[in-house]
């Protein structure tokens, strides 16, 4: 009888164990994590805004009473507080030379006359503060890339940042406003730090070790220690994908937002820095034959890697714009579309326009 009683005992311990265990494992999955080591995202699915959704932010042209548009991408960039737009505008009776504007969203009007006097720029980009605007110099109208330089949003205060042989485009400010970064020949990002007259460079190298070519679209984090950027990734001999990228700044280690295969390209960092927006170049719609027409739309990626959606899926064949920036006061998206649209004449031309994208609905 004594055997009955220590097996008695044992199927006790055992049951107190496995209880135990239980307990344990359920109190892992209340804090998102197993005894695998996996960990389950807690972060919240963005769902997808509607088309109707979208915001003409520049208003109505004073000559023909519609939409503002340009034949061309104006690279537009809002502010942090949502107030003003850097763009590039043509410079009349040419197809290759550009100059500075700055447009007041509030007035509704285009400002800072002196800047218009700053031609053959590119990619311009307005300061936190809104008081200086970084932009591309030009070497060779006929290439894109050039030297970086600064200057007031009143015009004044012109100063050369960088002098190299090597094209440099896509700038970006710190949120601090006390660097900006680059990308030089396609190879190299650079942060350039404004109080020690300081760049860092900071080459890429894939997974095999070798340099990254094509890096695109660099913007920092809201806490300005990661960088978000395109870039070509190959899965395989015959594949290879514009992906977006994450380097951190301190260690240099790079880790993948998106995972799959398409033309992912210009990220945003939103929501508190947790979310990043893009374009993606491959999706496809269907035409009025029902037959499939290429048009870029927005995703969402979270920084980590670990999900992705679609944020905007623009009715139409539509084309957003290569430049994408985000205002955190107004919580707003912005970029180009370029889409067709009716003329005086009621023949259609394609154009491009500047939208917003509300990601809060606005209080009631």
Excluded at 283 to 290: F, H, I, Q, R, S
Aim: proline content about 5%; overall charge neutral.
């Amino acid at each position: 009888m004594k055997w009955l009683k220590y097996l008695l005992i044992l199927a006790l311990i055992g049951t107190f164990s496995c209880g135990e265990k239980k307990k344990r494992r359920t109190d892992d999955d209340k804090d998102g994590s197993s005894d695998n080591g996996d960990k389950t995202s807690n972060t919240e699915t963005i769902e997808e805004i509607p088309s109707s959704a979208l915001i003409p932010i520049m208003g109505k042209s004073k000559k023909t009473g519609k939409n503002i548009s340009f034949a061309y991408d104006p690279f537009a960039c809002i502010s942090n507080d949502g107030k003003l737009l850097t763009l590039q505008r043509r410079v009349k009776d040419s197809n290759t030379s550009f100059y500075l504007a700055l447009y007041d969203l509030e007035k509704k009007e285009y400002t800072g006359n002196e800047l218009e006097k700053i031609v053959d720029i590119n990619e311009p980009a307005l300061s936190p503060d809104n008081k200086k605007i970084a932009f591309i110099y030009l070497k060779d109208l006929e290439k894109t890339g050039g030297d970086v330089y600064i200057v007031g949003i009143d015009g004044q205060g012109l100063e050369q940042i960088t002098k190299t042989k090597e094209p440099e485009s896509q700038i970006s400010w710190s949120n601090d406003g006390k660097s900006i970064c680059f990308v030089r020949d396609k190879r190299h990002i650079i942060i350039y730090d404004f109080a020690e007259k300081k760049e860092t460079s900071y080459p890429i190298n894939m997974s095999n070790n070798k340099p990254a070519t094509n890096i695109n679209h660099p913007v920092f984090s809201p806490d300005n220690k990661s960088l978000a950027f395109d870039l070509p990734k190959t899965y395989d001999e015959k594949t290879t994908s514009q992906v977006i990228g994450i380097i951190d700044i301190e260690s240099k280690n790079v880790t993948y937002a998106t995972i799959e295969k398409g033309g992912a390209i210009s990220p945003v960092w939103i929501k508190e820095g947790n979310y990043i927006a893009h374009v993606f170049k491959d999706a496809t719609t269907k035409d009025e034959e029902g037959k499939n027409v290429p048009t870029h739309i927005l995703k969402w990626a979270i920084k980590s890697g670990e999900k992705q959606g679609i944020l905007l899926q623009p009715e139409g064949q539509v084309e957003v714009g290569e430049r994408v920036s985000y205002s955190p006061a107004k919580k707003w998206i912005c970029f180009s579309l370029r889409r067709s649209i009716k003329g005086k004449d009621g023949t259609s031309k394609v154009a491009f326009e500047v939208f917003a994208l509300p990601l809060e609905k606005p209080a009631s």
